[in-house]
């Protein structure tokens, strides 16, 4: 068994999310992509064109394949009610996170319980320094990325999550 790890894409540094990805109950990485609420679209500055060649997620995508944020944000609760998930940037997943839920709760009446996000440099070895995990963690992006997984979507994110982690527990 091995912690949970999640990670979220967004439009910008201090946009809104577009995709979020974690570790399920079952081992599973469960992805969603967000279709975005049409407030949020209407907000200036919330896109980023640097943001956007990073994980390529666009604005066309998201309206026609993205999903429910309300079911998406209730999907979360219930999947990571009460755990403890790793991110490489918890700042920022958690901000995003938040809109999310925040968003939700407001149009929905009721209030969503966030999970509680840790750096995930906290559960990696401590006898690594902060170069050498991240050589590990550089390692297998370039062998996932030969996979055929696109960095900077999360649910390939959370699998290098996931891998760098252990490999790490293998040294």
């Given at each position: 068994?091995?912690?949970k790890?999640?990670d ?5 540094l201090d ?13 599973e ?12 679209l209407?907000e200036?500055?919330?896109w980023?064109?640097q943001a956007?060649?990073l994980h390529?997620?666009?604005i066309d ?6 999903s429910d944020?309300?079911?998406?944000a ?8 009460g ?5 490489d940037?918890a700042?920022y997943?958690h901000?995003?996170i ?6 939700v709760?407001?149009?929905s009446?009721?209030?969503l319980?966030?999970p ?7 559960i990696?070895?401590r006898?690594?320094s ?9 390692r297998?992006r ?7 997984l ?10 290098v999550?996931?891998r760098?982690w252990?490999?790490m527990q293998k040294?």
């Open positions: 068994m091995y912690p790890f999640i979220v894409e967004a439009s910008s946009g809104f999310p577009l995709q979020i990805a974690y570790g399920s109950r079952e081992g990485i469960v992805s969603h992509l967000i279709r975005p609420f049409d407030s949020w209407r200036e500055n919330r980023s064109p956007f060649k390529g997620l666009s995508l998201l309206l026609e394949a993205g944020p309300h079911e998406i209730f999907r979360i609760e219930d999947d990571l009610w755990e403890t998930v790793y991110s940037a700042d997943d901000t995003w938040n809109i999310l839920f925040s968003k709760s407001v149009e009446g009721t209030h319980v966030m509680c996000i840790r750096e995930m440099n906290e990696l070895p006898s690594w902060p170069d050498g995990r991240r050589t590990v963690r550089d297998i370039l062998q996932a990325e030969k996979e055929g696109r960095i900077h979507h999360a649910d390939a994110d959370v699998l999550h996931v760098t252990q490999e040294l």
